[in-house]
Each structure stands twice: as structure tokens, then as C-alpha cells.
């Protein structure tokens, strides 16, 4: 079974991942859906290695990239966990919700179950979640490793276990462990009044598994759930041993209607009290104890009656499995993490393709594509944008911020980082920064599906400039060389730079100067090339939202700093000190 989890329960997560490796099953979550933002993930453990669990913003992306996934793990709150579980409900793959949240309105539960798909298992609310033993763990069953290694909940027994409770279930397990074989399947349904699985849905379920050999009802005061069991038991639905313990017989003694810890346990007629349920379940032909006292006995008793024989618990955990807890108690989180390069083998690799591979190939483009957008393979028309961009972005003169600042500190003495570095920091909203500006519009224009005219009429109404239009000396009548050369390496079937030249209609019928200008190019055929080299929204939008464009630009303008610094230099040029008539003296 493949999850995803709808909320950010990172803990709860890394549980679900340490029970699948001490298990030796691959990772059981696949994605989670939560507000961080876009193709953002959660660095988690698996063993003593790191993985990664994507983050998506929304579940229709995580299924679309995960179509195996067939169950989701709603933890969202009580305010929005119904329209999460709604949402399921589209999807046929999934199969299994398990709902967390408490709190969740009774009206919006019981509508719930009034519209559930036949074939959906719904488990909830406020449930603690499901635990197939050596298989998976949905939510946080079964506690702590040690309690997971204590109860064999490794691999699958014989036991199929129910409760209301979630402590319970965790206690329950280690009952069964201790007085049977052990447990095949614990699922704990919620403490709310209305569960949207009964237990009778659960012990039917449990009477169609042949590797369940008995079944394990662990209720409590309230509801007449449990009653409903009996009558199945009492009717032959249900032909395998039901040992039955309803919780909470010293209720009698208190004031009527008391609610206890859960939303459904409290008793408003005789036959919701755990003492008319028990009596009630023993009747109809279930096993019950005379008090939990009683439980491990019957438990034990009811179980060697299956094997002709008083069952004998073997307590030995295979060295494999305490191993692999082992690693799990022995971890350490990285300090920082990479994707980029890996020095510790034979050969500097980059992205897992080694140096010598960059080198033969004698294109730097390709190498800047693998380090920069994580993809190893680029299509020709890729790396030649990629190469074309560093090439017209490489200098822009010396009278400009960035320059300037290079050669003031290269004439002070300074050594080449430094100067660069001065440079670099007038890099910023008012120089050199509109690329990740023109990418940031052009693709919440996209998100919106708008086109030119109103991308136009927006920024007019906001009274905003349109970073990818205009220049001080160039317009339709004296063309930018640049421009054409960017244009040369357009997709025929892009949809970014068809829309900037539209655009460039627009204002151009206005002004000759209000052209796509060099940043507006390299946007919008970043954004093209993405599209043409299979990235999907959730990935363009994380490189848009990280500045991707500034980064080319970057990287280009540290060469022209550098050259700047090494002709400061090299021609031993003196401190630079502005003359009196450069200063205004006020």
C-alpha cells in the first residue's frame, strides 16, 4: 500500500518510514500535501541514510505524480479534514483514508458516511490509525520501536485487533503478543460517537482473512457497537473466536450520562453501559473476561484452543530486525544537504555523471544545465539558450553599478574576490535583477491563464512597470543584436515568448522604445525551455520562486567583473578619488 499524507506531520511521517525499514519494506509514503510552497519536500531518515518525501500543494499534483498511490493519510484539522476526505472521494485509486483529526462536527462525519464509496475503507475520526503487522503503519500505531520489537509487530500473526482506543490498541498488541501468536491486523477506529467504520464493519472485514484466526474487540462505554458484534456472532456472520472486553464498569457507580475521555463514551441508557455490553457479548457466544485483570487468560486460553494446546510465545526477534532498529537509534542528521556533486568515490561526479563524461563532451552549457536544473540530458536547442545567455549577459560596459564598484575596489588594492564581491553587491532590484521579476509575472500570468491584453491592462492598473519592456536607447527601429540572437533559439511551439512578443505589439503601438527587451527574452525562453524539457509546473515554479533568472545572470556578470578587475590590474590603474566638481558641497 502507497500513502500520501494531506498535512505536515513530519514526526508521524518519519514513524511510518522507520516501520517500513525495520520491516525491510520499501518507504510506504510516497508524497505529502501540505502549504510549503511548491515541489518543496521533507528530508526524513530511512535507516541511518536520508530521503526525501516530496511536498505538494495540492492532492491533485501528488496523485498526478504518484499514480501508484492508493491511500491517504489525512491528518489536516478538524476545520478542513471532511473536504480532504470529500476530495478522496474523486480519486478511484484510493482506496484507504485514514482520518487523525479530533474535533471533526458530528453532522459532517455521519454525512460522511452517508455518501462514502463502497469501495473506500474509511477509518475515523480521531483515530490513531491502522497497523498491518510486517506490512504497514498508517498514523502513529502501535507506539514507540521498542513497543513495535516487544509486540513482533514485524511480521504477520494471527490476531486481528480493534479498539476505540489508540493507547489501548498499543497496549492490546503487546497483550497479544505476550498470550498469542501475535498480531495480523490493529486498527483502531476513534473514540467519536459515530466512527465512520463500526467494528462490525471491522470484524466482518477480519472474517473474510484467512491468515486471521481470531478476532480481538477492545470497546467501551457508549454507543451500542458492540452489541451490534454480538448479533453477529450470535447469527454465525462470524464463525471465528471473538474475545470481547468493553471498558468502563465502574460508570455504574458515578452520575448518569458522565462523558469519559472520548467524544462517544458516555453511556445515556443502560444499553450503551459496559456492564449490560459485556453481559450481552457473553450471551450472544463472544469470549469475555470477568475484568481486564481476566484478559491475558482468556486471551490465551481462547487462542491455544485454536492450535489444541496451550500456546507456548517464542520471544525471539531475528537479529536482522534488531539490526535494523539499530540504525534507526543510532542516526545522525547531515548538516546540510546536497543534490549537486559527489567527490567521496573515484571521480568528481555532477549529478552523478563523472567530470570526464562534461569534459569529452566540451560544453559547459551542458554542465551549467545538470548543476543548475538538476537534469542530465539537454536537447541541443536547450544548451545552446543556456551558452547564448551567459554570452550577451557577460558585459554590459563600464559605466554601470556593478562595474564601477569592481574598479573602484580593484584600484584600492583589493584582490580579485573582494572586488567581485563589490560588484556582486549592487546587483539588486534597481540593476540586474529583472529576469526573476519578468519569470515571476509571466508565470502567475500563466497560473491565471491570462493573456497579453490583460497582463497589460493589470500592470496599467496596478500602476506598475512591466520588467520585460522597454530600453533607454533601442526600439523597433534600432533592434537590439542581442534580442535576435535569444529569439534564434525560440521553440516553435513555446508559449512564454509568443506571449512577450505579443505584448511587445501592445506597448510598441505606444512608444518604438517599449520593446521585449534582453531580460523579457531570456524569461520567457527559460520558462519555454522548461516546459520543452519536461519539467512540470510544481518544478518551474520552484526554480521561478528561487530566482533562477538572476542566477544566469549572476553567473554571467562575474565573468565581466572579473575582466574588469584583471584590466584594472594589469594596467597598475591608481586610487580612484572623484574630483570637487563631481561633489556637490551643500
Given at each position: 500500500m502507497n500513502a500520501v499524507v494531506y498535512g505536515m506531520q513530519q514526526e508521524m511521517i518519519q514513524r511510518m518510514?522507520?516501520?517500513?525499514?525495520?520491516?525491510?519494506?520499501?518507504?510506504?509514503?510516497?508524497?505529502?500535501?501540505?502549504?510549503?510552497?511548491?515541489?518543496?519536500?521533507?528530508?526524513?531518515?530511512?535507516?541511518?541514510?536520508?530521503?526525501?518525501?516530496?511536498?505538494?500543494?495540492?492532492?491533485?499534483?501528488?496523485?498526478?505524480?504518484?499514480?501508484?498511490?492508493?491511500?491517504?493519510?489525512?491528518?489536516?484539522?478538524?476545520?478542513?479534514?471532511?473536504?480532504?476526505?470529500?476530495?478522496?472521494?474523486?480519486?478511484?485509486?484510493?482506496?484507504?483514508?485514514?482520518?487523525?483529526?479530533?474535533?471533526?462536527?458530528?453532522?459532517?462525519?455521519?454525512?460522511?458516511?452517508?455518501?462514502?464509496p463502497c469501495h473506500v475503507r474509511l477509518i475515523g475520526p480521531a483515530t490513531v490509525g491502522w497497523l498491518g503487522a510486517g506490512q504497514f503503519r498508517w498514523g502513529n500505531t502501535a507506539g514507540t520501536m521498542d513497543n513495535i520489537v516487544s509486540s513482533r509487530l514485524f511480521r504477520a500473526w494471527s490476531v486481528g485487533l480493534v479498539s476505540k482506543s489508540g493507547g489501548m490498541l498499543n497496549e492490546l498488541c503487546a497483550e497479544c503478543a505476550r498470550h498469542t501468536d501475535g498480531i495480523h491486523t490493529a486498527i483502531a477506529i476513534g473514540g467519536d460517537r459515530y466512527p465512520y467504520s463500526t467494528f462490525a464493519d471491522i470484524v466482518r472485514w477480519y472474517e473474510t482473512i484467512d491468515a486471521i484466526k481470531m478476532i480481538v474487540v477492545f470497546g467501551e462505554v457508549g454507543t451500542e457497537d458492540e452489541c451490534e458484534v454480538a448479533e453477529m456472532v450470535r447469527r454465525w456472520e462470524v464463525k471465528k473466536p471473538v474475545v470481547v472486553w468493553v471498558t468502563g464498569e465502574s460508570a455504574d457507580h458515578l452520575p448518569k450520562a458522565m462523558q469519559f475521555g472520548h467524544a462517544g463514551a458516555k453511556a445515556t441508557t443502560d444499553r450503551e453501559s459496559a456492564r449490560f455490553k459485556n453481559a450481552f457479548c457473553r450471551e450472544a457466544g463472544c469470549v469475555v473476561p470477568e475484568s481486564y485483570a481476566d484478559l491475558p487468560r482468556v486471551l490465551r486460553d481462547t487462542f491455544g484452543s485454536l492450535w489444541w494446546g496451550v500456546y507456548a510465545c517464542d520471544e525471539r526477534v531475528p537479529e536482522e530486525i534488531m539490526s535494523r532498529v539499530k540504525d534507526c537509534s543510532m542516526r545522525k542528521k547531515p548538516l546540510i544537504?546536497?543534490?549537486?556533486?559527489?567527490?567521496?568515490?573515484?571521480?568528481?561526479?555532477?549529478?552523478?555523471?563523472?567530470?570526464?563524461?562534461?569534459?569529452?563532451?566540451?560544453?559547459?552549457?551542458?554542465?551549467?544545465?545538470?548543476?543548475?536544473?538538476?537534469?542530465?540530458?539537454?536537447?541541443?536547442?536547450?544548451?545552446?539558450?543556456?551558452?547564448?545567455?551567459?554570452?550577451?549577459?557577460?558585459?554590459?560596459?563600464?559605466?554601470?553599478?556593478?562595474?564601477?564598484?569592481?574598479?573602484?575596489?580593484?584600484?584600492?588594492?583589493?584582490?580579485?574576490?573582494?572586488?567581485?564581491?563589490?560588484?556582486?553587491?549592487?546587483?539588486?532590484?534597481?540593476?540586474?535583477?529583472?529576469?526573476?521579476?519578468?519569470?515571476?509575472?509571466?508565470?502567475?500570468?500563466?497560473?491565471?491563464?491570462?493573456?497579453?491584453?490583460?497582463?497589460?491592462?493589470y500592470a496599467k492598473k496596478q500602476g506598475v512597470l512591466i520588467p520585460w519592456i522597454g530600453h533607454k536607447i533601442k526600439s523597433l527601429y534600432n533592434p537590439d543584436v542581442r534580442c535576435q540572437h535569444l529569439a534564434d533559439c525560440a521553440w516553435s511551439d513555446g508559449i512564454f515568448f509568443p506571449l512577450g512578443k505579443e505584448i511587445e505589439v501592445i506597448t510598441t503601438a505606444k512608444k518604438p522604445t517599449l520593446i521585449l527587451n534582453v531580460d523579457g527574452h531570456i524569461a520567457c525562453l527559460l520558462l519555454d525551455m522548461m516546459r520543452a524539457e519536461g519539467f512540470g509546473d510544481e518544478e518551474i515554479a520552484s526554480f521561478v520562486s528561487a530566482d533562477l533568472g538572476n542566477c544566469f545572470f549572476v553567473l554571467a556578470r562575474t565573468i565581466w567583473l572579473l575582466g574588469h578587475f584583471l584590466d584594472q590590474v594589469r594596467h597598475d590603474e591608481g586610487l580612484v578619488r572623484l574630483s570637487w566638481d563631481d561633489v556637490w558641497y551643500e
Open positions: 518510514l522507520d516501520y517500513d525499514y525495520v520491516c525491510g519494506n520499501h518507504p510506504s509514503v510516497y508524497a505529502c500535501v501540505g502549504e510549503w510552497g511548491t515541489a518543496s519536500s521533507l528530508v526524513c531518515h530511512w535507516g541511518r541514510e536520508m530521503c526525501r518525501v516530496p511536498v505538494y500543494r495540492s492532492l491533485d499534483h501528488a496523485i498526478a505524480h504518484h499514480p501508484d498511490i492508493d491511500t491517504c493519510i489525512n491528518a489536516w484539522s478538524f476545520r478542513t479534514a471532511t473536504s480532504v476526505i470529500r476530495q478522496c472521494f474523486s480519486f478511484s485509486q484510493i482506496g484507504t483514508i485514514v482520518t487523525i483529526a479530533e474535533g471533526i462536527p458530528e453532522r459532517d462525519t455521519r454525512e460522511i458516511i452517508a455518501i462514502k544537504s546536497t543534490r549537486i556533486s559527489d567527490e567521496r568515490g573515484d571521480e568528481l561526479t555532477y549529478r552523478g555523471i563523472p567530470v570526464s563524461d562534461y569534459v569529452a563532451q566540451g560544453d559547459i552549457a551542458r554542465v551549467l544545465g545538470a548543476l543548475r536544473l538538476g537534469k542530465k540530458n539537454f536537447s541541443d536547442r536547450s544548451l545552446r539558450l543556456i551558452q547564448t545567455i551567459l554570452i550577451v549577459c557577460a558585459d554590459h560596459g563600464p559605466a554601470v553599478s556593478g562595474a564601477i564598484n569592481t574598479i573602484v575596489t580593484a584600484r584600492a588594492g583589493k584582490d580579485a574576490v573582494s572586488s567581485v564581491i563589490a560588484g556582486l553587491a549592487t546587483i539588486g532590484p534597481r540593476f540586474g535583477w529583472a529576469i526573476s521579476g519578468c519569470m515571476r509575472m509571466l508565470w502567475d500570468a500563466h497560473c491565471q491563464w491570462w493573456n497579453a491584453q490583460q497582463i497589460v491592462d
